[in-house]
């Protein structure tokens, strides 16, 4: 009875922050309130906070989903460092042709990283809450259930931890996310021309309809490829393959959430939704997962070596 308490109050806590966020947001910054999508978003919110528990629910004998002290730290850690790292990335360095504003996000480890480590409750709360507060801070405005699709990378990436064996676990997390980085990609291949709707450029007479560049469109195999040579690189270290090949999925499927949510709430088709927003967005994330995600796992791993725990 005690577990099944503290994920439903990590849950709460992560809607009251989305709550707080955005009515005491909007009061500092007028962008950040919500338009008439905001009971829709929030119904996204409620539907991935929903799938969070029912995995709990089939589940909940794994020690992963324990929540005491130690886990709360690491959650305030872990959020506060992606609202940061998100804050100095978003729009503010690099940005990939989407429908949407979407940048190159390093930060997309730490959601990754805090699942795989610390278990798959801290790993969405990192991912949904820090992404909230980054979006805050960055001040171009708020989209809740974007924020709920960072927070299922992180606990995708800590279910992990079901498996004592998770050497195991990797040939399955491997098909399963190639089989979804190929029917992403033929239907971009499918659809080569789809607008890029933020895109303006006066100069060259473009105002939105500017079609999504080849890199873009094919980040995500790209991407695939090369978590799939680190996860054979580092065969022999089953703590850095396995965090790199969960975090991808966790990847694939969290952002794909997010996406996918559009199509009711911003009106976009499925074409738009995957290839103009999902593709370019969780593409240039499996790179930064492949180079950062093996850098935390191992400095984490030295850190742990070094005291003893």
């Given at each position: 009875m005690k577990k099944v308490w503290s994920v439903?109050?990590?849950?709460?806590?992560?809607l009251a922050f989305f709550l707080g966020i955005?009515?005491?947001?909007?009061?500092?910054?007028?962008?950040?309130?919500?338009?008439?999508?905001?009971?829709?978003?929030?119904?996204?919110?409620?539907?991935?906070l929903l799938i969070?528990?029912?995995?709990?629910?089939?589940?909940?004998?794994?020690?992963?989903?324990?929540?005491?002290?130690r886990q709360v730290v690491y959650m305030a850690i872990g959020a506060a460092l992606y609202a940061i790292l998100s804050?100095?990335?978003?729009?503010?360095?690099?940005?990939?042709?989407?429908?949407?504003?979407?940048?190159?996000?390093?930060?997309?480890?730490?959601?990754?990283?805090?699942?795989?480590?610390?278990?798959?409750?801290?790993?969405?709360f990192t991912g949904a809450v820090g992404n909230m507060f980054g979006d805050a801070l960055t001040g171009f405005g708020l989209s809740p259930q974007w924020s709920i699709g960072n927070g299922l990378v992180g606990f995708v990436a800590g279910l992990a931890w079901l498996f004592t064996d998770k050497k195991k676990s990797l040939n399955v997390v491997l098909i399963v996310s190639a089989v979804l980085a190929a029917l992403a990609t033929v239907l971009y291949l499918v659809n080569p021309n789809t607008a890029n709707g933020v895109f303006f450029d006066a100069a060259n007479n473009i105002f939105g309809d500017a079609k999504i560049s080849l890199g873009a469109g094919?980040?995500?195999?790209?991407?695939?490829v090369i978590v799939l040579l680190v996860r054979f690189i580092f065969h022999k270290n089953i703590d850095v393959a396995a965090a790199v090949t969960w975090a991808m999925l966790g990847n694939i499927l969290g952002i794909g959430f997010a996406a996918v949510s559009d199509i009711w709430i911003n009106g976009y088709s499925p074409v738009v939704a995957l290839v103009g927003e999902f593709i370019p967005s969780a593409g240039p994330n499996l790179i930064f997962a492949a180079i950062l995600v093996p850098l935390l796992v191992g400095a984490y791993a030295s850190i742990q070596k070094q005291t003893g725990r």
């Open positions: 439903v109050l990590s849950l709460a806590a992560v955005w009515l005491i947001g909007r009061i500092i910054n007028p962008s950040l309130n919500l338009d008439q999508t905001a009971l829709l978003r929030f119904v996204f919110v409620g539907v991935g969070v528990f029912v995995v709990y629910l089939l589940t909940k004998n794994s020690k992963m989903w324990e929540v005491g002290t804050y100095l990335f978003n729009g503010t360095v690099f940005v990939v042709p989407s429908v949407s504003q979407v940048a190159l996000r390093p930060a997309i480890a730490i959601p990754m990283f805090f699942g795989y480590a610390f278990g798959p409750v801290v790993g969405f094919l980040s995500l195999v790209v991407g695939f």
